[in-house]
């Protein structure tokens, strides 16, 4: 999709219009709260579709909607987030990286409601590339199973209203990125060797672990993420890896960064007494459960 344009267009433009706007230009979306960032409908981006009726349908019973787009193969777009949380303020690191060549060729650049801003790049359809947080950094990456808020959507941040709104074009010569070398630039990860036989040795599926959690229903995620993080926590996975891996799960589950910090922090500083081991896939299945649903 030619990025700059539609954000260009959708300027000024109320949220229902602004979705007829991706729907017409073939972009998939799907409604999130008024206001927020929490998807409205059952599953999320998965939901997303660029057919027209079903668009029209979603914003004439929520007119205030604000606009979801998934990221990765769905859009044909990645972003990077440099977010603005408390102390955290991710331009630095975005600007180190920039320097590098890791991250100057980008299609658009849409500032987001916490005063941080949105960098979008064409996405590569022949590497896949998974979202990702780093947390201490201020950068998070939004790839294969993430979604991004877009304009002309609202947001209300620290009691202030704010809309993502276009604020800068590349050069015409926009490229993909590589997200797994902007990561090991930005936030160093063990050596593949180190981190293979960490994950062998403690036989965890974590992806499996976060993709249940992110399909929990509302008034579950809480519990759902806390209870995750235990098991992690149990099989010697450690609080940054458990935030890299379960964070963007639970940000797409609709819970918030604040929120999902501060669960992850408690579940590492409270966990007691020994518990059986989670197994997924090549042990025996799990012997916990959650509002008793097993999980194997």
């Not at 808020?149 to 947001?155: D, F, M, T």
């Not at 922090?265 to 090549?282: C, E, H, K, Q």
Request: with cysteine; charged share 20%.
């Amino acid at each position: 999709m030619d990025t700059v344009a539609l954000f260009a267009g959708v300027i000024g433009l109320s949220p229902r219009e602004g979705a007829a706007r991706f729907a017409a230009a073939g972009v998939p979306i799907f409604p999130c709260k008024p206001t927020e960032k929490r998807p409205l409908t059952e599953h999320g981006f998965r939901d997303a579709t660029s057919d027209g009726s079903q668009i029209a349908r979603w914003w004439s019973r929520w007119p205030e909607a604000n606009i979801g787009m998934p990221t990765g193969r769905a859009s044909a777009v990645e972003v990077v987030d440099i977010d603005v949380h408390g102390r955290v303020r991710g331009f630095a690191a975005f600007e180190l990286a920039r320097r590098e060549g890791l991250v100057d060729r980008w299609q658009a650049l849409v500032r987001t409601a916490s005063g941080g801003m949105h960098a979008y790049y064409p996405a590569d359809p022949d590497r896949v590339q998974a979202s990702w947080q780093a947390a201490s950094a201020g950068i998070d990456f939004r790839g294969e199973g993430g979604y991004v808020i877009v304009p002309p959507s609202l947001v209300l941040f620290e009691g202030n209203r704010s809309t993502y709104e276009l604020i800068g074009a590349g050069r015409g010569d926009a490229v993909s990125i590589d997200a797994f070398t902007l990561r090991q630039f930005i936030d160093p990860r063990p050596t593949p060797a180190a981190s293979t036989l960490a994950e062998a040795r403690n036989d965890v599926d974590t992806e499996r672990i976060a993709a249940w959690m992110a399909a929990r229903g509302e008034g579950e995620r809480n519990r759902a993420l806390y209870w995750a993080a235990c098991r992690l926590a149990e099989n010697g996975i450690t609080d940054q890896s458990a935030r890299n891996v379960l964070g963007p799960a639970a940000e797409h589950a609709g819970l918030q960064r604040a929120e999902i910090l501060t669960t992850i922090r408690s579940a590492y500083r409270t966990l007691v007494g020994p518990t059986p081991p989670f197994r997924i896939g090549g042990g025996s299945p799990a012997s916990r459960s959650l509002n008793g649903q097993v999980i194997s």
